[in-house]
């Protein structure tokens, strides 16, 4: 799309001798970002995911998006996705994915330049780290070439609990932690256009989980030094909430940050 900041050509970037980044806007590789994020929600535990969608996972938003694939060398087929969507392609697509399930007016996304990433997925045979972390350095030099220093994102948690507790417990344990120790100050904070509710029981009111399961790529963002933006949505197509994430990298952990930063560095020129 003329909204990218990239241009149609796929960027190859060297990045390990297994793992390589691949960062285009072009129809096949969108179409493999589909097809891979179908199959890793439809076999995720807790998730629900439509089955009359031909094998992708869709929607309006992926064809203004920015698309990072993780492809592994030994297989030759990807491994691991996420999508940016940049403030210029945001205004093309109408808004943000996110303001479909917040309002999210508090943010001011493009007066803040924000970067939207979202539908990340990791193939259940390389969850080892070293994927997701490939995913954040490349997302770090996508920010570095662009100039934006602002990035938001919805983080999904499963309303599956562990047996024995009720639908929605993990849900409140992790929205408690998240909004004890990281939380947005009020006027950063979203509002839910569909708020978690169960069996007409408001989250605050389900008994949290004994133990709470935080998904990786919320630990990502919180070890980036994100916020999170207030109380989540409910998005019963895929049978999760959605927490809203935002870093600006002004605020992030700079160590964790310059880590990633040689990482990128290391992407770019190929070297090991």
């Excluded at 070293?130 to 770090?140: E, K």
């Excluded at 605050?204 to 070890?223: E, H």
Aim: charge should be negative.
């Amino acid at each position: 799309m003329t909204t990218s900041v990239m241009s149609s050509t796929a960027s190859i970037v060297p990045a390990t001798d297994r793992y390589s980044l691949v960062l285009s806007t072009e129809p096949e590789r969108r179409l493999a970002a589909q097809r891979l994020r179908y199959d890793v929600f439809a076999s995720e535990p807790g998730f629900a995911i439509p089955t009359d969608t031909d094998g992708l996972d869709a929607d309006r938003f992926d064809e203004f998006c920015d698309h990072l694939l993780v492809r592994d060398q030994w297989t030759d087929t990807f491994v691991g996705c996420y999508r940016m969507l940049p403030p210029p392609a945001a205004v093309a697509a109408g808004g943000y994915y996110t303001a479909t399930e917040f309002d999210i007016a508090a943010l001011d996304p493009v007066g803040m330049n924000i970067v939207e990433m979202g539908r990340a997925a990791v193939h259940p045979d390389h969850r080892s780290g070293s994927v997701l972390g490939l995913m954040w350095a490349g997302i770090l030099h996508y920010l570095d070439v662009t100039g934006y220093a602002w990035v938001m994102g919805c983080v999904s948690v499963p309303m599956q609990s562990a047996p024995g507790e009720p639908i929605g417990a993990n849900v409140r344990s992790v929205r408690d932690r998240l909004l004890d120790r990281h939380a947005t100050p009020l006027d950063r904070r979203v509002r839910p256009y569909a708020p978690v509710v169960v069996d007409g029981v408001d989250l605050v009111d389900i008994a949290p989980a004994k133990r709470t399961s935080m998904p990786p790529l919320m630990n990502g963002y919180l070890r980036l030094g994100a916020s999170i933006c207030g109380e989540p949505a409910h998005d019963p197509e895929f049978g999760v909430a959605d927490f809203v994430a935002l870093l600006g990298l002004h605020e992030a952990n700079t160590r964790y940050l310059d880590r990633l930063r040689s990482a990128a560095t290391t992407f770019e020129s190929g070297v090991r």
